[in-house]
């Protein structure tokens, strides 16, 4: 799985990483070195610990207002700033929940971080990735089928 997360770093688009782009990359790292802990302690810390841990690591990799802004699209245009505030802090809830819920075990998972790249937006793309164990490639190929597994590769690699 990639992931690709936006964060709120202005940039320059230059050939080798920027201080900008480095910079970008220590709330994502930040974030990768807690995710692990509440994988690992997914049991003793609970939806509402792991919630609670991930928090704060979270809002700082994520630009959440850009982030709430474009799910919305067009609409977000014709919010007031109360509207546009209360959206972003349910979107941002959201979010954190999300991971909170769906990162609920630790089966050998590496987190990796990439490279930063400007965005058009004025933003920094960090690239990263979470790498499953082999032993979890070998039994999705089991259930999925060869197939199935090329055309995710291929479909992946686009």
């Known amino acids: ?3 690709a997360l936006a964060v709120g770093f202005g940039s320059e688009s ?8 480095q910079a970008a990359r220590a709330p994502i790292e930040s974030f990768y070195a807690e995710l692990p802990y509440c994988m690992k302690h997914s049991e003793e810390l609970g939806f509402d610990g792991r919630r609670d841990r991930l928090r704060p690591v979270l809002q700082d990799a994520y630009d959440l207002k850009m982030m709430s802004a474009m799910a919305i699209g067009q609409v977000w245009r014709n919010l007031s700033d109360d509207q546009k505030s209360r ?3 349910a979107f941002g809830r959201m ?11 630790y089966s050998g998972e590496r987190l990796i971080v990439n490279e930063s790249v400007p965005s058009s937006r004025g933003t920094v793309v960090v690239h990263s990735e979470l790498a499953l164990r082999r032993s979890e490639y070998s039994s999705a190929l089991d259930r999925e089928g060869f197939e199935w597994w090329v055309a995710s590769l291929l479909e992946k690699s686009r």
Do not use: C, K, N
């Open 1 to 3: 799985m990639l992931l």
């Open 14 to 21: 230059v050939a080798q990483e920027s201080p900008d782009l």
């Open 87 to 89: 959206w972003t802090d």
């Open 95 to 105: 979010t954190i929940a999300t991971y909170a819920r769906r990162f609920a075990g």
